[in-house]
């Protein structure tokens, strides 16, 4: 009786095994695949273009005076050529020759490209604002210089013959630190001067 009993539980428990067995394998047949998430790559940050080598940002601010703009003047020019800027700068203008007065900068507010000789020429400035004093720095071809400050009150001309070549053209305040707006004539007209020229130019 005892040996039936056992064969019994023996059996009970290999039908037991087999059940469990069979779930097992219908989990794994029947399973849902698992899911997988794929994550973009990551977005790079916002780069700013670097300038190329040998180039530099332009400033925020417009330089002094005529910014070195060249001026040409040949035969048969405008007359009188006017333009604009505004004087005055760190320099010491008797530095550049004993005869030279007030405050420039230390390069050209304008320069003057004369393309044909001119028997007697006038370059002449006019400080337009109240109680304006600028003066006038011109080197010429040759390395020399021709000077001015109160010609026409206190307005500055220099005149004379002008051999064709490169004119640099400094306009000065006379008291240092001061900037100031002003018109600047070249003429060949014997007449003009700052005040009747250059005073109500546009």
């Known amino acids: 009786m005892i040996r039936s009993f056992l064969i019994a539980v023996v059996a009970l428990c290999g039908l037991a095994a087999c059940g469990s067995t069979e779930e097992a394998s219908t989990a794994e047949t029947t399973g849902t695949a698992p899911t997988t998430t794929t994550t973009p790559p990551p977005t790079p940050p916002p780069t700013t ?31 009188p050529t006017i333009t604009t800027g505004t004087s005055g700068g760190a320099v010491e203008a008797s530095t550049l020759n004993a005869e030279c007065a007030g405050w420039v900068s230390s390069s050209p507010d304008h320069v003057l490209d004369l393309q044909a000789a001119m028997p007697r020429l006038k370059i002449m400035a006019f400080g337009t604002e109240a109680d304006s004093d600028v003066t006038l720095v011109v080197r010429k071809p ?40 002003y018109r600047l004539g070249i003429t060949t007209q014997e007449a003009a001067t700052p005040t009747t020229t250059l005073a109500q130019a546009q």
């Open 142 to 181: 040759d390395g020399t210089y021709l000077c001015n400050d109160d010609s026409d009150g206190f307005h500055p001309v220099v005149e004379g013959e002008m051999p064709a070549g490169r004119y640099e053209i400094f306009v000065g305040s006379y008291e240092q630190g001061r900037r100031q707006a």
């Open 49 to 79: 273009p670097t300038p190329a080598e040998g180039t530099t940002a332009a400033p925020g601010a417009a330089p002094a005076g005529g910014g070195g703009a060249t001026i040409t003047i040949a035969t048969g020019f405008t007359d």
